[in-house]
C-alpha cells in the first residue's frame, strides 16, 4: 500500500550510476549493451535495471536485452508497418528494417509474439489480426 502522490525513485546516492547506464542504453539505438555488459557497469546496475523494468521505463526481452520503453515502442510500430496490408516477412527482412543485428531482432520479434502483436508462420512474421 501506498499514498496516490508516492510514486518509486530510485535511492539519491543512485543517482549518479543512473543516469550513466541511462546514458549506455538510449544513445545505442537498438543495440545497447546486454544486461550483463550493463550489470558490469555499477555496483547497483542489477538493482537500478529492476527498477526500470519494473517501472515500465524499459523493456526486457530475451537474451539478456534491455531496451528504454519508447525505443521498443517504435521497433514495434516499425514492425506493424511493415507488415500491414496481409504482408509477411522473415526475420532477416524485418531485422534490416529495424537496422539492427540478428543478436537485437529476434528477442524484440519474439516479445511481439508472446504480446500477440504477431505470429510466426514458418520462417516468417505476420501481424495478428487487431494489431
Known amino acids: 500500500f ?3 502522490t508516492h510514486s518509486a525513485t530510485l535511492p539519491p546516492t543512485w543517482q549518479k550510476e543512473a543516469k ?13 549493451p546486454t ?5 558490469a557497469y555499477s ?19 530475451g537474451e539478456g536485452v ?3 520503453s ?9 514492425v506493424v508497418e511493415s507488415l500491414q496490408g496481409g504482408k509477411s516477412m522473415a526475420a532477416g527482412q524485418l531485422r534490416e ?7 537485437y531482432a529476434v528477442p524484440i ?14 520462417d516468417e512474421r505476420v501481424l495478428v489480426d487487431g494489431s
Open 20 to 32: 550513466s547506464l541511462w546514458q549506455a542504453i538510449t544513445s545505442a539505438g537498438l543495440q545497447p
Open 2 to 4: 501506498h499514498l496516490p
Open 97 to 103: 528494417v529495424l537496422g539492427t543485428t540478428r543478436k
Open 35 to 39: 544486461r550483463d555488459e550493463l550489470e
Open 109 to 122: 520479434l519474439e516479445r511481439l509474439d508472446k504480446e500477440g502483436v504477431t505470429r510466426r508462420i514458418g
Open 66 to 68: 534491455i531496451l528504454p
Open 70 to 78: 519508447d525505443a521498443f515502442a517504435r521497433a514495434r510500430q516499425t
Open 43 to 61: 555496483p547497483n546496475a542489477r538493482a537500478i535495471l529492476g527498477f526500470w523494468v519494473s517501472t515500465g521505463e524499459a523493456v526486457a526481452l
